[in-house]
């Protein structure tokens, strides 16, 4: 199972790139949120992979049988889908203001930081 | 998109949804939730709410800012962790109290004071997030 | 205060029933939680007196589910016959009823019936705009929801 | 095995293969559109046929656990649909959608728009 | 050694406490102030007097002062000859240099500042002469330079001075950084960096395999602070500083910085081919470069600064020679020069202050206005021609002596020698002689003699350059034998007499520089005029340079950095993705980190079936058409993640990955009602090409690492202890919940904190309205709006 | 007994998913967006529903059961909803049904709205 | 909810059962009282009154809590809290030698003279937007990190830190801000992503995020597991979280654009995180990938230095002056890593600290300047010496310390990264550092010689100044609120100058505590071997490891996790 979930891992991870090599702010907040989802899935499968059984001890038992899937990679990526979830909510915004204020979602004409024509220096004293 | 249907509806909707989030939030110990999805669905509660009745009306629901309530909610979180300071064991240690109500007894304990900070912090930021936009909207 | 009463206590009811236990202590912390719940959304809800007859929700709730059935198989039918011969038209169907919550209902019910669904009601509240998938005489149309589910909510709520 | 317990494996599997049927049209009408609202429409269909999908996983493996992620479904489905409309209202019938053939004839003058903005 | 203070360690810091009093004492008493301050290194210059005669014989003091135990870096001292002779004349000259400062200062509303600075530099050059370890040495050394470069720039308000004072700092701080590196792989070789334990281990480093790179680091930073051809320019142009500055520290102390290191590190380094090729061939082309620039010049502090910088070259051509004859004529002439130059500095100070000018053209016939400044003058410069009876003549006899037949190439040597030495005259006579003599000439200022506070140095260092003399024996004995001996390495004994026992070759090379220097003397005009033609043909020098290394520093760091940095996202983030293709394959393939072949994996129908939808999700992101199509479709892939959550035992993924990415769609088409954007992602083919190999190379290295680690066995220790413990312990059964909230609940803590800091920037990115940009309030729109407050 | 429910159970989730899958082919299969918004949000709720019903029957277990009728209920309550919402703003901006679809009653329906005062909260 | 356990349990082996000491509560502290405060700050966000002064007693309180875990940690060695009560690994463990603590140290004093700085310099909206709310739950992050014992931890610490400094830089909404925090959140972002995935294979190779379970499990991992391929993924999150060549490009993109006590903020703070974060992953965790890499990494110190010094001579903003020469410094403190020798990381943990405070120190001057001068323009700038000459003095040391010449801070971690590199052979390593110094103080002698001395913007002719009314006037109360915070921090600048054996004997305590992993893995976890694993070489020899270089009090006792004294 690992083998099929890393090959769609990469797809994952090949589709993020490949959207965050864009220019434009939107393709790029998406890219964001499939290299996340890219992330989760790398997390969960370096934990090894269990079919179906959920971490959850039945009202029956003290300590849940082995074959439940591993809970702390399963704790890790909920952590990281909220940290995800909060900065993706933070950059989309970001994008949506640095559009109404720079007019712009191109980040290639996004010159104000560093402006394309700045001249070198003074080179007196 | 304050439309009769919607509006009449939406309140109702909007405490179930709440009810539900509670529900959620209090049983993530032992089965699927906890405070982080009980505060997404409070919040999403309270977004159904905005879309219908407008951004004042929740306001006024929720009482405080929402960004106090996200700052209170951590608080709390960090609070239920330094609780073990008194009970001489390290910080977040899990502590646990059955009080007796009506004969009943119950499971108090610090990780649920935690679950309940998360659930106010994530109520209270995303329903800030949603407000904010949907204000600056109208700006 | 009275119609909030009930609410609070069917939504109490409903805790338990999603909690799955009805002892007493956790039907009081319903009440509770549905009253804070509530309280919430006070505002919306203090005008509402519509409420007090709870039980005509529920059955008027098994008709709904009725029609919906129905209304499933016929689009069923619809969608899975080979010509899937149509005749799609926009329908504006004045309204008898006047108070919010029986216009909401009504719409509803609408929707979930077999061929129509309800778009819109005019901000005047006087006309219900509803789409109707296949309609060949648009005045039988209105006249079967005059006398149908109108006439029942109008009965069920007055 | 008995015949309701063979019954009910074929019936999963059978089940499971049409739920997999259903999503596969409705992702074709996500992708092909050809005007938003279509496309809001099929993901409203997505998340419910994935409501059903859930059940009959919880029914496969016997963990019922699973009914609470569907119910937030639906309740997150809703606010989305709720959400989405919200936006196409908003937004317009925009030239977003000219590059797709199909969708062009759906969309007429942009005046409504007005309409729209006065409602906001 | 013993680890408390005594009287040199005081020595050490006093002018560091005077540097802080000075503005206080100046703003009290005014520039008469210096007399008081004077007594700072007044009472510094007794203090090493007395060392003397335990120097005598060539001993060394070595101390060392553990000032906060376990604190401060120990300050540790060695005194010898050498550093007692450097002690002495920067205490000794520092006297009276202050007295000048105050005098020449006189009224200027910085003059604390200017005391300030100077004693700070006393402090500096002090250590650094009489540090035992080389790493305080380095920290003086620096310090000069720092203190050089604010004393150069003291006029900051011109171009010029800015320029030379940037130009000393960059020239001697890169020496500087040279000489560290220097000292640090002494440090590695020698186990040590204290000079008295360094030199009692002769021929150590000389022998190592580090010995050349240790010398040519040295040698850095010596030439530098010492002016050595071509990296002298710098010393003439800080001559913008004013002239107490000059006399002090561009001729008699800084600038000999680098000759006391050369003289200082001789026995240990010293005395080996290399050291005798490059020393006296840098020296030597320093002198007659120095010179000849030297009688080019005009202005009369340029024309002792480029002699300063030939005699620099003297002394490095002579310590470079490592024989001991030549050794002890360069002590006698660094004495001597310390004297000579430093009075007559002081002398053009006077005259530039009281006629106006430098420009020795413009000036003539002063000796009835300034006859004591005549008088300084005049025996400065009969020491500096090397007559007798004067120290310099002393000088240049041991030194003529030292170079003739000493080694193989001493006629070049004695040639060099003869021709520096008579232009030296020349330039001391321009100098000493031009202003005061023939016509009176109309200067800016009406010309008196100056103050005394500015005469008692002119006058009180040329005569020393006599008493010297007359002293001989006590000279020799107690300045210049023990001086030898350090630099030397070996004790020896300095015999000086006026009068040669014998007519000698030194004898004979004087009276052929005396007479070759009165004749150029003679056709100075001509010989100016000829310089000046040769170097307008050259044209181009290491001062223009310097410009040009400084801006082409700038102009091609600006394009470095344009190209590094040229503004554009995508070109960082694509530097990014390659750099992590790189970091993941490249070990992965060279170290042999790659999975083995992997088996067919063994999924179920619906399983395959929901992968499938994810990736046609991705695929319909990739190929929408526009926007809102990629959007949805992102809802696609999400979905299907949330669902392979599902199907593999994460109910708590699933739940939460089905709302957040619900949730961010929403967002995402939410926030797009605002943007009226353009639709298509369009990439040219070739960038197309180029990202997707990047995209491909990240996904195709995440994808084999993966393989490779999940081909490991694994530790399930943790989740088998989350699995044991959760329900007993921790009282929870669902094991996931558990670990966040108790487990591992500190994770959760910043979870949360990241949560709603999210939401607090959000909401100020949303609502922080930007200022309209005012202007800055200044005085003048102050008063304005104070006159119409007034009106109304 | 438990023969009975698992039949039953199963019988409830193929009609569910044999709903699900009509209203996935009305969605392909109708000219427009009104036409197919009837298949979503009559067959689809109902497949859904009739999906989570079976889930509630095999599991047999009281809390499984009320929560999965209070899914049903609340989809039953939002489905209308939903799709009143998306069909208006798909009119009012301006997405028109296919050629065929008689809107004679609609004529003024946008003009009504862009008249009428706001009567909102 | 479970009900009350009926039967007592036995937690003796999933639970630590002795009581921590409370001095071992300074571990959490600085954590905690930032998480409190913040929380406090965020809740009364609209009382912008109270914000700025509370926010500087809470950082005081994180100072105060600071030096103690300091001494504590000099006195006792690595102190370690395992939170939750349970045994390490399974708990998140706080584990603090003398590096944690010192860093964590100069990063709160750091955060202080800014709170102070910025109660003057923060404006009523700033503040109602959360400035101190920001500035607090920003040094959560770093305490966190600095203090953490577990990778995920410090992973988490790493995303807090970052959001706060998004928040921070975004403060303002000005043009050049929202682009700027496009690039740096979406780089930031990237290089966080890069950690949590390294992280993830990580624990994919050894089912543990305890950093000293880590450490042991690495030492005994098969061939052929790719750790040094991991360890690459790692080295590059962390270069680009330490703003290292090639990938910097999101520090000059955005550091002069905030407000210029967040610039201050930034540069103290951020990229040294990096570089901890490097140090304790790679040098304590991984040592013999680390040493695979070590080649690479000298080149990209090298490369960091010269390009950073070379952006510093390239601009005209003076804010970005001082962002192109943070980046050259962390070429210096990757210079000492790469090396992982004594002498090597002491030069690196030195630089780190010098770095934190004189970068902070000269942003906080430049604040000055462009407040006295109106511009912060190279080309505009004129005539401040004569208007401020005590600040011309500070930033004059500021200059020289950031350019490595003594006396100051900058000149002990230069020279023990020149001894190191020499040490090693590293000639060109040897050069490449002196020569960034070399380019150094030109690039600050400039700055400094155009903006003070120079009599007015350029073209001004010699021996005028600008006419004074023409300059935007600094109210002199302002001037002192801003000049406190300065002085305090240049003070320290040369304390460390002249006071460098505390320095020293510091960084050679926590570079020891780096090289010699069996202390810290001891300390964490007790002697006793990795569960499954073969035990240790050392686990005998618990006090043997004295020889390295540390100081009195720092070597460190093996002490099982959550004991007390
Ligand atoms: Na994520
Ligand atoms: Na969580």
Not at chain 1, 40 to 64: C, M
Not at chain 7, 178 to 184: F, N, P, Q, S
Request: proline share 5%.
């Amino acid at each position: 199972m690992e083998v099929a979930f890393a090959a769609l891992i990469g797809i994952f991870f090949m589709v993020a790139v490949y959207l965050m090599l864009s220019p434009h702010v939107i393709r790029i907040l998406m890219g964001v949120v499939i290299l996340g989802n890219a992330v989760n899935l790398l997390i969960f499968s370096n934990g090894r992979l269990t079919r179906e059984v959920p971490p959850i001890v039945p009202d029956a038992l003290v300590v849940a049988e082995p074959t439940i899937a591993n809970p702390l990679p399963q704790a890790l990526v909920l952590t990281a889908i909220v940290i995800s979830f909060s900065f993706f909510a933070f950059l989309l915004t970001l994008a949506y203001r640095a559009y109404q204020e720079l007019g712009t979602d191109d980040t290639d004409n996004m010159r104000i930081a560093e402006p394309a024509d700045e001249a070198a220096p003074p080179t007196g004293y | 998109m304050r439309t009769v249907i919607f509006r009449t509806t939406a309140p109702y909707l909007t405490s179930l949804m709440v009810l539900f989030s509670i529900f959620v939030l209090l049983r993530g110990h032992n089965e699927p939730g906890g405070g982080f999805i009980g505060g997404l669905i409070a919040a999403s509660a309270f977004a159904i709410y905005g879309v219908a009745c407008g951004v004042p009306p929740v306001r006024r629901a929720l009482v405080f800012h929402p960004m106090s309530i996200a700052g209170t909610g951590l608080f709390i979180g960090a609070i239920s962790g330094i609780i073990s300071l008194f009970e001489g064991v390290p910080f977040f240690t899990g502590l646990w109290v059955y009080p007796s109500i009506f004969g009943v007894e119950l499971a108090l304990s610090t990780p649920l004071v935690f679950d309940i900070g998360v659930y106010l912090v994530v109520l209270g930021t995303i329903a800030s997030i949603a407000l904010g936009l949907e204000e600056r909207e109208k700006i | 205060m009275n119609s909030l009463f009930l609410i609070n206590i069917l939504m109490a009811l409903v805790w338990a029933a999603v909690t799955g236990s009805f002892s007493l202590p956790n039907l009081l912390f319903g009440f509770a939680l549905a009253a804070l719940a509530l309280s919430l959304i006070r505002e919306q809800v203090g005008t509402v007196g519509y409420m007090s007859r709870a039980w005509r929700v529920v059955s008027l709730f098994l008709l709904f589910l009725y029609e919906l059935v129905l209304s499933a198989v016929s689009v069923a039918k619809l969608v899975l016959s080979p010509k899937m011969a149509i005749n799609p038209a926009f329908v504006a169907y004045p309204l008898k009823v006047d108070k919010d919550f029986e216009i909401t209902l009504l719409a509803n019910l609408i929707t979930l019936t077999p061929g129509t669904l309800s778009v819109d009601v005019s901000p005047d509240r006087r006309t219900l705009y509803i789409h109707a998938i296949d309609v060949t005489d648009e005045d039988a149309l209105k006249r079967e929801i005059a006398e149908g589910f109108e006439m029942k909510i109008m009965e069920a709520f007055r | 095995m008995s015949f309701a317990e063979t019954f009910m494996k074929v019936a999963i599997d059978i089940s499971l293969a049409t739920l997999m049927l259903a999503f596969l049209l409705i992702i074709v009408r996500i992708v092909r559109g050809p005007t938003l609202p279509d496309r809001i429409l099929a993901l409203d269909m997505l998340v419910a046929v994935g409501i059903g999908f859930i059940a009959v996983i919880g029914i496969k493996t016997g963990f019922f656990l699973y009914i609470d992620v569907a119910i937030a479904l639906g309740l997150i489905g809703f606010l989305a649909t709720v959400a989405f409309a919200r936006y196409v209202l908003s937004r317009g019938a925009t030239v977003d959608e000219a590059p797709d053939p199909e969708g062009e004839r759906n969309i007429i003058a942009l005046e409504t728009q007005r309409t729209v903005e006065k409602e906001m | 050694m013993d680890a408390a203070i005594d009287g040199t360690f005081l020595a050490i810091l006093a002018p560091f406490v005077a540097a802080a009093l000075a503005p206080f004492v100046t703003r009290i008493a005014g520039h008469n102030g210096a007399w008081l301050l004077a007594l700072v290194p007044a009472g510094i210059f007794v203090h090493y007097l007395g060392f003397l005669g335990q120097t005598a014989g060539g001993a060394g003091i070595a101390s060392t002062w553990d000032w906060w135990p376990a604190m401060g870096w120990p300050l540790s001292y060695l005194l010898d000859g050498l550093s007692l002779m450097f002690a002495l004349l920067i205490s000794g000259i520092g006297t009276f240099i202050v007295l000048y400062a105050g005098g020449y200062m006189k009224g200027h509303p910085q003059i604390g500042r200017f005391l300030s600075f100077i004693f700070l530099f006393m402090g500096a050059m002090q250590g650094l002469v009489v540090s035992d370890n080389l790493i305080t040495l380095f920290i003086f050394w620096e310090l000069t330079s720092i203190t050089s470069f604010l004393l150069i720039g003291f006029n900051h308000k011109k171009e010029k001075s800015r320029r030379a004072a940037i130009q000393a700092l960059v020239v001697t701080g890169g020496g500087g950084l040279s000489l560290l590196a220097g000292v640090v792989m002494v440090q590695l070789v020698a186990g040590t960096s204290d000079l008295s334990t360094l030199l009692t281990q002769p021929g150590l480093l000389q022998t190592s395999p580090y010995y050349l790179p240790i010398l040519l680091l040295f040698l850095g930073g010596a030439f530098t602070k010492s002016a050595q051809f071509p990296l002298h320019f710098w010393l003439p142009n800080a001559m913008e500083a004013p002239t107490p500055v000059s006399a002090y520290l561009h001729s008699a102390t800084m600038v000999k910085a680098g000759v006391y290191l050369l003289m200082r590190m001789q026995p240990i380094l010293g005395d080996t081919i290399w050291w005798s090729t490059i020393l006296p061939i840098f020296g030597g082309v320093t002198l007659i470069v120095g010179t000849l620039l030297a009688v080019r010049q005009t202005d009369l502090k340029l024309m002792l600064a480029y002699t300063t910088v030939a005699s620099l070259g003297l002394l490095v051509m002579l310590t470079g020679t490592s024989n001991e004859v030549a050794i002890k004529g360069a002590v006698l002439y660094l004495f001597a020069h310390s004297l000579f130059k430093g009075a007559l500095f002081m002398v053009a100070g006077v005259i530039d202050h009281e006629a106006g000018t430098r420009d020795v053209t413009k000036l003539g016939g002063l000796r009835k206005a300034m006859p004591i400044t005549f008088f300084a003058a005049i025996l400065a410069a009969l020491s500096m021609a090397g007559l007798p009876p004067f120290i310099g003549f002393i000088a240049k006899e041991e030194l003529y002596l030292g170079i003739w037949g000493t080694s193989p190439q001493f006629l070049a040597l004695t040639l060099t020698a003869v021709v520096g030495n008579a232009l030296m005259l020349v330039i001391g006579f321009a100098v000493a002689f031009k202003p005061f003599l023939g016509a009176k000439t109309e200067t800016p200022k009406p010309a008196h003699e100056g103050p005394i506070l500015m005469l008692a140095g002119p006058v009180v260092l040329s005569i020393c350059g006599l008493a010297s003399v007359i002293f001989l024996s006590w000279t020799g004995q107690y300045l210049i034998g023990p001086m030898t001996s350090s630099v030397a390495g070996m004790p020896l004994e300095a015999n000086l007499h006026l009068v040669p026992a014998a007519i000698k070759i030194n004898l004979i090379l004087s009276i052929i520089t005396v007479i070759l220097g009165l004749v150029l003397f003679a056709r100075l005009a001509v010989l100016r005029g000829a310089m000046n033609g040769i170097l307008n043909a050259i044209g181009w020098g290491p001062d223009r340079g310097f410009d040009q290394f400084m801006s082409g520093l700038v102009i091609s760091a600006h394009k470095v950095t344009r190209l590094l940095q040229p503004g554009q996202m995508d070109i960082y983030m694509k530097g990014a993705f390659i750099v992590t293709a790189i970091a993941v394959l490249v070990p992965m393939i060279v170290l042999d980190e790659l999975p083995a072949w992997p088996e067919m994996p063994q999924m179920l129908f619906y399983e395959w079936g929901v992968m499938a939808i994810a990736v046609i999700g991705l695929a319909a992101v990739l190929a929408a058409k526009n926007r809102l199509t990629a959007i949805a479709a992102l809802g696609i892939q999400g979905f299907a993640v949330a669902l392979l959550f599902m199907l593999f035992g994460a109910p708590d993924l699933s739940f939460t990955q089905f709302m957040v990415e619900t949730l961010s769609v929403v967002i995402l088409a939410l926030v797009m009602t605002r943007l009226s954007l353009y639709q298509n992602d369009h990439r040219s083919p070739v960038k197309t090409v180029i990202d997707g190999t990047v995209a491909f190379a990240v996904g195709g290295g995440f994808f084999l690492l993966l393989l490779s680690v999940t081909q490991q066995p694994f530790n399930t220790a943790l989740s088998d202890f989350f699995r044991e413990h959760s329900v007993a312990i921790a009282h929870g059964r669902n094991i996931v919940n558990v670990i966040l909230v108790d487990f591992r609940g500190v994770d959760t803590l910043g979870e949360i904190a990241v949560v709603a800091v999210a939401g607090l920037a959000i909401l100020a990115l949303v609502r922080f309205r930007p200022k309209k940009k005012l202007p800055p309030l200044t005085e003048a729109d102050a008063i304005a709006a104070q006159k119409k407050e007034a009106a109304v | 007994m438990d023969d009975i429910i698992l039949i039953v159970s199963g019988v409830v989730m193929l009609v569910g998913a044999l709903f699900a899958l009509v209203a996935a082919i009305g969605l392909i299969r109708l000219p427009d967006l009104y036409t197919r918004t009837h298949a979503a949000s009559k067959a689809g709720t109902l497949g859904s529903g009739l999906m989570l019903l079976a889930l509630a029957i095999f599991s047999q277990e009281l809390d499984v059961v009320t929560r999965a009728i209070a899914a049903i209920v609340f989809f039953l309550l939002t489905a209308p909803i939903s799709s009143h919402l998306l069909a208006r703003s798909a009119y009012i901006v301006g997405y028109r049904p296919e050629p065929t679809t008689k809107c004679d009653d609609m004529a003024d329906y946008l003009v009504d709205e862009s008249k009428q005062p706001k009567t909102l909260d | 909810m479970a009900g009350k356990p009926t039967t007592p349990v036995d937690i003796t082996g999933a639970m630590v059962t002795e009581a921590p000491a409370l001095a071992d509560w300074l571990v959490v502290a600085p954590v905690i009282i930032c998480l409190l405060g913040g929380a406090f700050l965020l809740a009364q966000r609209k009382n912008t009154k109270i914000q700025g002064w509370t926010a500087v007693a809470i950082l005081a309180l994180l100072v105060a809590s600071c030096v103690g875990l300091f001494v504590h940690v000099l006195n006792n060695g690595t102190i370690v809290m395992t939170m939750g009560r349970w045994l390490p690994p399974f708990g998140i463990s706080f584990a603090v030698d003398v590096l944690s603590a010192v860093l964590a140290l100069i990063g709160a004093v750091v955060a202080f003279f800014c709170a102070i700085y910025a109660v003057t310099d923060i404006e009523t909206q700033e503040r109602r937007y959360g400035f101190f709310p920001f500035l607090v739950l920003l040094m959560a992050g770093v305490s966190g990190a600095f203090l953490t014992g577990d990778i995920f931890n410090l992973y988490v610490w790493f995303e807090v830190l970052l959001i706060a400094s998004f928040g921070l830089l975004i403060l303002g909404n000005d043009k050049p801000q929202l682009d700027g925090a496009v690039k740096y959140a979406f780089l930031n972002l990237v290089a966080t992503t890069l950690f949590l995935i390294a992280t993830a294979y990580l624990y994919g190779l050894v089912g543990t995020l305890n950093m000293a379970d880590i450490a042991r499990r690495v030492a005994v991992l098969p061939d052929g597991a790719p750790i040094n391929t991991i360890a690459a993924l790692y080295l590059l999150a962390f270069a680009m979280k330490a703003a290292a060549f090639p990938v910097f490009f999101w520090l000059p993109a955005s550091y002069h654009t905030p407000r210029i006590v967040v610039s201050a903020v930034f540069a103290g703070l951020l990229t040294k995180v990096g570089i901890y974060a490097f140090l304790r992953t790679l040098v304590l965790l991984m040592p013999e990938a680390n040493a695979m890499l070590s080649d690479t990494l000298i080149w990209v110190a090298i490369a960091t230095m010269i390009v950073g010094v070379l952006g510093a001579l390239a601009q005209n903003d003076i804010r970005r002056i001082m962002g192109y020469l943070v980046i050259s410094g962390i070429g210096a403190m990757l210079a000492g890593a790469a090396l992982s020798t004594d002498l090597g990381l002491m030069g690196a943990i030195m630089y780190a600290v010098h770095s934190m405070i004189v970068m902070t120190a000269l942003y906080m001057a430049c604040g000055l300047m462009i407040r006295t001068a109106g511009t912060h323009d190279l080309r505009k700038l004129g005539a401040i010496y004569g208007r401020d000459p005590f600040l011309a003095a500070v930033f004059l040391i500021l200059a020289f310390a950031a350019a490595g010449l003594p006396p100051f801070s900058g000149f002990w971690p230069k020279l023990t990264l020149v001894q190191a590199s020499l040490a090693e052979g590293q000639g060109w390593l040897a050069f490449a550092i002196l020569i960034s110094g070399f380019l150094t103080t030109i690039a600050v002698g400039r700055v400094w010689a155009m903006s003070f001395w120079r009599g007015g913007p350029l073209g001004t002719p010699d021996g005028e100044t600008v006419d004074e009314k023409t300059q935007p006037m600094v109210d002199p109360w302002d001037r002192r609120g801003l000049v406190i915070p300065l002085v305090g921090l240049t003070f320290m600048v040369i304390a460390l100058g002249f006071l460098p054996q505390p320095f020293l004997n510091v960084a050679a305590g926590s570079a020891g505590g780096l090289l010699y992993q069996e202390t810290y893995t001891d300390a964490v976890l007790g002697a006793q071997a990795a569960p499954g694993e073969v035990a240790p070489e050392s686990a005998a020899s618990d006090n043997s490891n004295t020889e390295g270089p540390m100081i009195d009090g720092t070597d460190t006792k093996a002490q099982p996790s959550g004991e007390s004294e």
